[in-house]
């Protein structure tokens, strides 16, 4: 069997603190975060403009470019994901849930990364 998986990353700068976290991620601070949207199929398009592909990254660009703009870019993430405590693995799974409630078709896994070294993966099982 034949399976694609496809990615498309975004940017956005962006605050958060982790209330109960035991060293300086507990005061606020920012971040340069990376999130990649993980898109996976067993087949591609098979005609029109999109023939070949597994998902357009233009079209995977349109879902997140809303949630980027009114929740993500520039805010802080304790209020605006209305996350008690937005560790990068709940800014994953809060963004899955958002993309998969908008209809998001073969979405797969979300991947944030709040460091150069430093990412956490959501995917359903």
């Not at 300086?24 to 403009?49: D, P, Q």
């Not at 995977?60 to 008690?84: C, F, K, M, T, W």
Request: aromatic share 12%; net charge negative.
């Amino acid at each position: 069997m034949n399976e694609w998986i496809i990615y498309k990353e975004i940017t956005f700068e962006a605050a958060h603190k982790l209330p109960h976290h035991d060293g300086k991620c507990a005061r606020l601070h920012g971040h340069s975060w990376k999130a990649r949207i993980y898109v996976r199929s067993n087949h591609l398009i098979n005609e029109g403009t999109k023939q070949g592909m597994v998902m357009d990254y233009g079209d995977i660009r349109a879902y997140v470019q809303p949630i980027l703009d009114q929740y993500l870019d520039h805010y802080y993430l304790n209020e605006s994901l209305g996350l008690e405590n937005p560790t990068s693995e709940a800014i994953a799974l809060w963004l899955y849930n958002k993309l998969e409630s908008m209809g998001m078709p073969n979405l797969y896994a979300v991947e944030i990364q709040e460091t150069c070294t430093a990412a956490a993966r959501y995917m359903r099982i």
